[in-house]
């Protein structure tokens, strides 16, 4: 009997909400099984039946770029059907609550849903609820979670530095507000790597945040040095409460990552950025688009870490 509301009773992956408490094991499988995906994608015919007949329903009530169209793309290349509701124009703003949309699609025979939602544990509340052959994989929800990416970035990182062992990843930005960097920190600590740090203004910082496992440093110059991986966070502002920092221009001086800056860490350190970037804020353009940056490579993986998730779930 496990306690993860992820798991089956077999201990095999029934929803992907988050990447807390997932063992290695699944880790590693979505990571190995995305490998055979990246072949797939690369093809002239990019398409294989494995999700023939299924149906998913991406329900973003957020707004999304990256994750949502991945995410569709992914389920076209497995043949899936893939229904993207119309959040602005359904029921929603009549007054439908989440749930009653919920079993509304279920009615149709939905097999899995992709959920991003503002509020922290929309998409738990769905897997809790839905019938057990439903999976529910959360696209971001809130500060609290957003595992895909945090598989995605997994990914790319052991694609560009072969394994996890022995390096040094610095994630930088705001972290306080950010879903993003607790899936990743999840995952690192999860999957071996044996030094996370994270870069951050005092203001922009969880509370006890070293409990995560996490070596916190306030000075880019510090927090940089020797660093294999730095994984570059946005502004959330639209989650923030008041005034976290005195100015945009002031956080880019200290906080941005310059050339200048990017030359503390290791000559063949890598920059990760999820998206969307503020240039001339978080990330200056000659870094964004400089030849460390991995930034559009993680987003082609994104496809194939998508078509891994959704493949292994419905094998479940
Ligand atoms: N990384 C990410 O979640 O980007 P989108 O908001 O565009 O999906």
Known sequence: MNNNPQLNKNGELQHLLTTE??????????????????GVTARDIKKVPLLRGKSIFNLFFEPSTRTRTTF??????????????NIAASSQSKGETLLDTVNNLSAMHADM?????????????????????????????GRHAHP??????????????????????????????????RSQIHALTTLGVPEVRIIAPKTLLPAKVERLGVHV???MAQGLKDVDVLLMLRLQNERMLGACLPSSEEYFKHYGLTQEKLALAKQDSIV?????????????????????????????????????????????
């Open 113 to 141: 849903f992709v959920v991003r939602h503002s509020q922290s544990g929309a998409a738990h509340l769905i897997a809790r609820h839905v019938r057990p052959e439903i999976h529910v994989i959360n696209a971001g929800d």
């Open 217 to 219: 440093y306030h000075d």
């Open 72 to 85: 569709e793309i992914a389920a076209k290349r497995l043949s899936a059907d893939v229904v993207n509701l």
């Open 272 to 316: 990760l950025h999820p998206g969307p970037m503020n240039r001339g804020i978080e990330i200056d353009s000659a870094v964004a688009d400089g030849k460390q940056s991995v930034i559009l490579p993680q987003v082609t993986f994104g496809i194939a870490v998508r078509m891994a998730v959704m493949t292994i779930l419905a094998g479940n």
């Open 21 to 38: 408490g997932l063992p290695a094991s699944i880790l590693l499988n979505i990571l190995d099984t995305a490998e055979s995906f990246v």
């Open 148 to 181: 895909t990416q945090a598989l995605l970035d997994m990914f790319t990182i052991r694609r560009y530095k072969r394994n996890f062992r022995n390096l040094r990843v610095a994630i930088v930005g705001d972290i306080l507000h950010s879903r993003v960097a």
